[in-house]
């Protein structure tokens, strides 16, 4: 781990966020299969886990992302004993100002925010999470999409790096770069794909990559 905090890359994944300890095998395969396909980043969430089979899935990623970006969910007290290189968080997480008082400064600082939150905070992170930009199954009923203006807008009030989230597929990605984010992050369209490989070089090929 480098002294300074490394940001995510352009294509980053989520997992999917509602793993049991059923679910911990298929995703595992899903993410070497990912890795070798060229994905360089991902953030692990889970939180229904327990501590114990949280560990123990991290340790396994990390070593499947070996020389790749990894970051923790929430469990900011985990984030070095697993050799992660972030730590990221939501609305109901510890905000970034009270982190920053105990985090080792060798770990990136990411915050999920939304079109309404208050921007102040933003500042605390080293990197946003920024949506949801387009209709996605996992916020339908809850937060509404804010499409391409909407990213504008929060990419606008912000001089942090910014990540667009939500419904992000190969041919969306051009058009989403070109509102000035630094890239995107893919939750179903990497890890609900039939086949996670060849998603993972579908976005990249958007990259350009």
Known sequence: MSAEPVLPPPLLALSPGDLGRAGVERFVAAA?????AGLAGLVLREPTLDEHAYVELARRLRATFAG????VHDRAHLALPLGADAVHVGFRSLTP???????????????STHADDDA??????????HGPVFDTPSKRGLVEPIGLAGLVRATGRTTRPTWALGGIRPDRVRDVLATGVQGVAVRAGIFGADDPARAVEGLLAAFGK
């Open 32 to 36: 070497v299969r990912a890795r070798a």
């Open 68 to 71: 790749a970006w990894l970051a």
């Open 97 to 111: 100002a009270v982190l920053r008082t105990w985090l080792d400064a060798r770990l990136a600082l990411g915050l």
């Open 120 to 129: 102040r905070p933003w500042a605390d992170a080293d990197y946003l999470f």
